[in-house]
């Protein structure tokens, strides 16, 4: 049996943008100066609170972690400075709110 010649594994190019700026430089920089949406979750547990929407479990802040934040229109790059398009909804809740969806439409395409 040959053996397959060692091969050499070349490093990739370092990805760089416009003036010798790496992606990550990139990245960091947007991320600074993006839109004002980055933040949204601390916005809207300071405006809704630290309470579940759903099933109204109330959390503290050691347990903040457990609650995420949904978007109602399903659009996470809206977000309204006035949290209308957001609640809060613990990790469990979310987690039935997508399912919901996905049930819903694996139901309606079986009867078109």
Not at 12 to 29: A, F, H, N, R, V
Not at 93 to 99: L, Q, S, Y
Request: hydrophobic content about 20%; aromatic content about 6%; charged content about 35%.
């Amino acid at each position: 049996m040959k053996k397959r010649p060692y091969r050499i594994h070349h490093k990739p190019p370092s990805q760089k943008i416009g003036d010798d700026q790496s992606i990550e430089e990139t990245l960091k920089k947007l991320q600074k100066s993006g839109p004002k949406g980055i933040d949204y979750r601390e916005r809207s547990l300071k405006i809704h609170g630290l309470i579940c929407a759903k099933c109204g479990r109330e959390f503290d802040e050691k347990t903040r972690h457990l609650l995420t934040v949904h978007h109602k229109d399903g659009n996470h790059l809206n977000n309204p400075p006035d949290g209308s398009n957001w609640e809060n909804l613990c990790v469990y809740c979310h987690d039935d709110e997508h399912t919901r969806e996905l049930l819903g439409k694996y139901l309606s395409e079986g009867k078109e």
